[in-house]
């Protein structure tokens, strides 16, 4: 089962524009994490958020968690084509903290 | 420092035909590994995961097996695969305990005709 469900399904954006992906979930969780998959690749750890954090930042990336909410976004600052991949979020589900589960993902595309 | 290596990056099997995709760590002990399908466009589910050796558990009741033969080596198995066996499949492994950023392997695209 799914536990994040991202959205859009599909963004497209200009090179230099901001790029926003939401990401909810359904149980409690202790972090969420946010991977990057270039096309027919394995993913990439972006960043983790813990269950106690509101907002992090890494280089162009900006996560924030609403854990009332069960949500959270990336944000990818001025964008460039080499950003273009799809952007999973990740949660522990079941009550597990071994197992990892995805989203469905979002494919952004950045034009030059 | 830490390498997963995953195996082959592609593979073409007839209808029927057993499959084993091999994936080993380097680097670190007792990992937790974990097998994703990913259909095309379509995002990742979760197979198989294990937390020690010959500790197997299964997500989705299906034609796939797994194995844990060693510490750091996890095998997808199946004894006769089915055309909708076909996807993309990722190993994983994560730190034990509550490590919580995982690390993929580069994935083998499984093509059943």
């Known amino acids: 089962s799914q536990q994040g469900e991202e959205d859009p399904q599909a963004l497209s954006i200009q090179e230099g524009e901001n790029a926003t992906m939401n990401c909810s979930y359904k149980?409690?969780?202790?972090?969420l994490q946010w991977y990057r998959q270039n096309s027919g690749r394995g993913l990439v750890h972006l960043i983790l958020?813990?269950?106690?954090?509101r907002e992090k930042h890494s280089g162009r990336l900006r996560v924030t968690l609403d854990t009332s909410k069960k949500s959270s976004s990336l944000l990818i600052t001025a964008s460039r084509a080499a950003d273009t991949a799809s952007y999973f979020c990740?949660?522990?589900?079941?009550?597990?903290?071994?197992?990892?589960?995805f989203g469905k993902g979002t494919l952004l595309t950045v034009n030059p | 420092s830490q390498t997963i290596h995953q195996w082959p990056a592609t593979l073409v099997q007839p209808v029927g035909s057993p499959l084993s995709l091999e994936c080993t760590v380097e680097?670190?002990?007792?990992?937790?590994l974990y097998w994703y399908r990913q259909a095309a466009g379509r995002g990742l589910q979760l197979l198989f995961y294990?937390?020690?050796?010959?500790?197997i558990s299964s997500e989705v009741p299906q034609n796939l097996s797994a194995s844990r033969p060693q510490d750091r080596q996890f095998i997808l198995s199946s004894k006769k695969l089915l055309l909708s066996d076909s996807g993309f499949y990722l190993c994983?492994?994560?730190?034990?305990?509550?490590?919580?950023?995982?690390?993929f392997g580069q994935g083998t695209r499984l093509t059943v005709v």
């Open positions: 958020i813990r269950s106690n954090e």
């Open positions: 680097g670190t002990s007792n990992p937790n």
């Open positions: 149980t409690s969780i202790n972090n």
């Open positions: 994983a492994w994560r730190a034990t305990v509550e490590g919580p950023e995982a690390f």
């Open positions: 990740a949660t522990n589900s079941g009550g597990s903290n071994y197992k990892l589960t």
């Open positions: 294990s937390v020690g050796i010959g500790q």
